[in-house]
């Protein structure tokens, strides 16, 4: 099985995280008609397992060099654009990130 992208932004987001991802996946199942048995469920389940985050590639210097000012300004720059990075589907090419970081900056 393939991991699902549009679930993997929750496995990987601080607040969510995989503990917390998978108490709700194993409360789902537990409240589903599927059985012990059923292997999407356990799929779901453990994919916290069989998923590893990617790092956020973005750097403050993607920023600076945009003209973002160091300090608060900075800082949610680099957290918008992380937010978008996640929601994208964690691209990693290069024209990708530079359409997050232009629009992160451009705001």
Do not use: H, R, S
């Given at each position: 099985m393939t991991t699902p992208q549009h679930l993997c932004k929750y496995v990987y987001h601080p607040h969510h995280g995989t503990r917390v991802f998978t108490d709700h996946?194993?409360?789902?199942g537990a409240r589903s008609d599927a059985s012990a048995n059923d292997t999407e469920w356990h799929a779901l389940a453990s994919l916290p397992q069989r998923f590893t985050a990617p790092v956020?590639?973005?750097k403050a210097a993607d920023f600076i060099k945009r003209g973002v000012e160091k300090g608060p300004a900075l800082g949610a720059?680099?957290?918008a654009a992380e937010k978008a990075w996640v929601e994208a589907g964690f691209p990693g090419n290069a024209d990708a990130l530079g359409k997050i970081a232009d629009?992160?900056?451009q705001k």
């Open positions: 996946a194993l409360l789902v956020f590639p973005l720059a680099l957290a629009g992160v900056t």
